[in-house]
């Protein structure tokens, strides 16, 4: 009786140890949602002084112990050629105006092309991508997606297309510590975002993919499949 009371009270004890442990656990990753969140109202006027990606690489550099530069320089949308605004978008998010935060046409697709064995770009979009870029870093999980499929809609209601492209052209990675369009039309071509041409504008867009593994005058083939999908998109 004495050691059935005993086993009893143990399986007691780790129920309430693990009721305990996944409460603050759903606690905390609400405390957290809710800080992204109002993060992301916040940024409809502020403009974000880093990112998860910038403070990820910084720690990369640190824990490897190699030299780390960081050019980001945030400019308005007014100060960017709307020839890069269009090679991003038909790069990156054809269909980025139209949708609402997901594009699940190119979601689709990319499952597809995954099961096949295709190599094609992903289907997320530019808000999905802000959102990881923001709040996520590079890394991949569940949790992560998880997180991120609930904040996309926050991202669409509260900053708008307008701020969504804005922000994303300006945080986004395009090389060894090289954030936003500013920062990589000075790094790669010596010019502004402002005054870059249509020509550049596409290799620039060309390497948003694997922007630490390529460069912009190496890519003349997919460059050229971004002026068309432009010309196609009547830009």
Known sequence: MAENRETRLK??????TFRFVVRWF?????????????????????????????????????????????????VPLSQISPDFQHA?????????????????????????GDFEGGRIRGGSTITQQLVKNLFFGTGRSILRKGAEFTLVPVAELVLGKQR?????????????????????CRYYYRTSARSID???????????????????D?????SALILERMRQMGW
Request: charged share 20%; proline share 6%.
């Open 11 to 16: 399986t007691w004890q780790r129920k309430l």
């Open 88 to 112: 991003v978008i038909a790069a990156e998010d054809a269909r980025f105006y139209q949708h609402h935060g997901f594009d699940w046409n190119a979601m689709e697709v990319a499952a597809e």
């Open 164 to 184: 969504i492209l804005e922000l994303y052209l300006n945080v986004v990675e395009w090389g060894p510590g090289v954030y936003g369009a500013e920062s990589a």
């Open 26 to 74: 759903l606690i905390g990753a609400a405390l957290l949602w809710s800080l992204a969140a109002l993060t992301l109202v916040a940024s409809r006027w502020i403009d974000p002084p880093t990112t998860a990606v910038h403070m990820e690489r910084r720690l990369q550099s640190w824990i490897q112990r190699t030299p780390y530069h960081e050019r980001y320089e945030f």
């Open 198 to 216: 249509r020509q550049q504008a596409a290799q620039l867009a060309a390497i948003l993919p694997l922007p630490l593994k390529r460069r912009p």
């Open 218 to 222: 190496h890519m003349n083939h997919y």
